[in-house]
C-alpha cells in the first residue's frame, strides 16, 4: 500500500543536517517555493517519510556503537530497517523538481537529523509514532492514505518498545532531552525549514492508556467485534501458558487481565456485547494472537466514530507494548 495522488516526485536517499552542537545546525531555508508548497496530509505524509529517513540514519549510527549488547545493536539495526521498509511505502521524500530544482527554485530542505541519545531517540519515535497516529485517526481511516500512515506509525511505535525494553528503559524515558531536540528543530520550522518537528511535544491526545467515551457505541461493528477478541484471547492465555509455556505466569495474567479490563471498559462505555461464553482460540502461538490483536485493533480506525478509532489507536499501542518482547512485529502494523 503507497500514498497516491501525489503530484511531486519523491526521492528515497535522505539528506540529513544536524540538529545541536553538532545536533541543531538547521538549513533555513523556506518549506516551499513559489510554484510548489505541500498541505494537507501531502504534508502530513513527508513529515512520516522525514522522521523514518531520520530514524533509518540514527538507528544504524547507534547500532554500530552498541558493539558492547548484542540486543541492543539488533533492535537498532532491524529498526534501521523497518524505517527504510516504511519510508519506501510512504513514497519516500518530497522532491518536486525529481533531483535538480530549475533556476531560481531551491531543493527541499535536508532532513533535521533524530536525536543522538538513545534514551531521547527511543522516546522520539515513540512520540512521533503517536503525532502521526493521530494525524491519520482524525483523516478518514478508511483510506489508503490514512491507514498507511497508521500503519508507519504503529510499526515506529513497535521499534521504539523493542529498541527500550533491549537497552533496560522505560519507552519515555528519554522525554525531556527529545522534547529539547523538538523544541530546537521547531524555532528552526517557524522560520520555514520543513522537518519532522512536533507542534506540542507534550500534548498527545493519544496514548496506550485505554479509556472509550461517546454517543451510539452500540452500533459500532468494529468496536463490538474487537470487544470479543479481547475477551476470547484473555480467556487462551493461561492454556498458552501451561501448553506452550512460551508466556510466564506474571505474563499470562497480566496480559489477560489488562484485555479484560479494556473489554469491561467498552461494555461499560455501550459497546455491543457480542462475546462468546468460555471461548478459546484454536492458535496458541504468539504471532497469531499478537497478529489478530492488532487486527481488531486497527479495523476500529475505519469505525465513522472519533472516539472508536481513538480507542483503537489506544488499543494497538497498548497491545504493542504488551507483544513487542513476546514475538516479531512488522514494520508496518494494521495494513489491509
Known sequence: MRFSNLTMTT?????????????????????STQSTALTGFAAARD????????????ATQLAELATECA?????LRTAAS?????????GGLWDPWGGTPPEGQEAPDPVSEAPTDVAAFVSWMARTATRDLQIATEEDAQSDKARTLAASALGRYADAVSIARAYGIDVNAGNSQASAVNDRVN???????????????????????????????ASSKELSDAV?????TASTLP???????????TDTYDMSGALLVRADIALQAGAADTRTPRCELDSLDTATLASNLLAVDTAMFASKSEAVRSAGASAALADIEQWASHTTLPALIGTR
Not at 540486543?71 to 533492535?75: G, H, I, K, L, Q
Not at 523497518?82 to 510512504?90: A, I, V, W, Y
Request: glycine share 4%.
Open 82 to 90: 523497518s524505517s527504510d521498509t516504511r519510508l519506501e511505502t510512504l
Open 11 to 31: 526521492r528515497r536517499i535522505p539528506g540529513l543536517v544536524a540538529a545541536g552542537t553538532a545536533l541543531f545546525a538547521l538549513s533555513a531555508c523556506s518549506l
Open 239 to 249: 492454556k498458552v501458558h501451561s501448553n506452550t509455556d512460551t508466556l510466564s505466569e
Open 228 to 232: 470479543a477478541m479481547w475477551d476470547c
Open 187 to 217: 524555532t528552526v520550522s517557524s522560520k520555514g525549514v520543513q522537518s519532522w518537528d512536533i507542534e506540542s511535544y507534550n500534548e498527545s491526545s493519544i496514548s496506550s492508556t485505554f479509556t472509550l467515551s461517546g454517543s451510539d457505541l
Open 71 to 75: 540486543p541492543c545493536s539488533s533492535a
Open 47 to 58: 513529515q512520516a517519510a522525514r522522521t523514518e529517513a531520520a530514524a533509518s540514519a540514527r
